[in-house]
């Protein structure tokens, strides 16, 4: 069983950066195909990015260029380093977990654990 953890939410004005944390529990960290997904108010679930467990990444296209995502296994933590953030990346962000050693899906239904989310808000 893992548990994740998320932090690092907050409020932001457009242009400004954030980095979300993403604490897990259990053993074997390393073999476990991690991602971020978000969903705001009024639409469904989306992919922001991910992260295989031998450090493949990939990224919407909507967040490409300004998020990245990367893994330290020694602590057992994922992150997402947010740039030039939008108004419109405001959103609960998830991050999820899956032990997999292929390419991570970008289909939320494949993941095993989640986080409870954390709030991500960018003003105009």
């Known amino acids: 069983q893992v548990q994740l953890v998320e932090s690092g939410g907050g409020l932001v004005q457009a242009g400004g950066s954030l980095r979300l944390s993403c604490a897990a529990s259990?053993?074997?960290?390393?073999?476990?195909?991690m991602v971020w997904f978000r969903q705001a108010p009024g639409k469904e679930r989306e992919f922001v990015a991910s992260?295989?467990?031998?450090?493949?990444?990939y990224y919407a296209d909507s967040v490409k260029g300004r998020f990245t995502i990367s893994r330290d296994n020694a602590k057992n933590t994922v992150y997402l380093q947010m740039s030039s953030l939008k108004p419109e990346d405001t959103a609960i962000y998830y991050c999820?977990?899956?032990?997999?050693?292929?390419?991570?899906?970008?289909?939320?239904?494949?993941?095993?654990?989640w986080g409870q989310g954390t709030q991500v808000t960018v003003s105009s």
């Open positions: 999820a977990a899956k032990r997999w050693f292929g390419l991570p899906t970008p289909l939320s239904g494949s993941y095993d654990y």
């Open positions: 992260i295989s467990w031998n450090d493949i990444t």
């Open positions: 259990g053993r074997s960290f390393s073999n476990y195909a």
